[in-house]
């Protein structure tokens, strides 16, 4: 059975920051995208970041640049999200995913992942 489980997430004051973690099981990842969104309610899913198997490529969404910072251990079977200088706009239901076939840097940003987390709250206090 191929899980995501998403940790790490909770509440912090502005300024802050958080360390989330996704650890995948049931099948090998280290080819998969992995990618993480975010959603408010009432708002749709948006993207946040994603890294390539390699990790050679990252990208972010421009709200979270400079900010945010992506990374995988992929004998560890996990991708990290690491979230810095956090903003009270950064409040939401934080996702993993993972993507197994992607051929163009737009396949990253769009919501066509294969499997999904239960995800995690982060909530930051103003």
């Known amino acids: 059975q191929v899980q995501l489980v998403e940790s790490g997430g909770g509440l912090v004051q502005a300024g802050g920051s958080l360390r989330l973690s996704c650890a995948a099981s049931?099948?090998?990842?280290?080819?998969?995208?992995m990618g993480w969104f975010r959603q408010v309610p009432g708002k749709e899913r948006e993207f946040v970041s994603a890294?390539?198997?390699?990790?050679?490529?990252?990208y972010y969404a421009d709200s979270v640049k400079g900010r945010f910072t992506i990374s995988r251990d992929n004998a560890k079977n996990t991708v990290y999200l690491q979230m810095n200088s956090l903003q009270a706009e950064d409040t939401a239901v934080y996702y993993c995913?993972?993507?197994?076939?992607?051929?163009?840097?737009?396949?990253?940003?769009?919501?066509?992942?294969?499997?999904w987390g239960q995800g995690t709250q982060v909530t930051v206090s103003s």
């Open positions: 995913a993972a993507r197994t076939a992607y051929y163009s840097e737009s396949d990253y940003y769009t919501q066509d992942y294969d499997y």
């Open positions: 890294i390539s198997g390699s990790s050679v490529r990252k």
């Open positions: 049931g099948r090998t990842f280290s080819r998969d995208a």
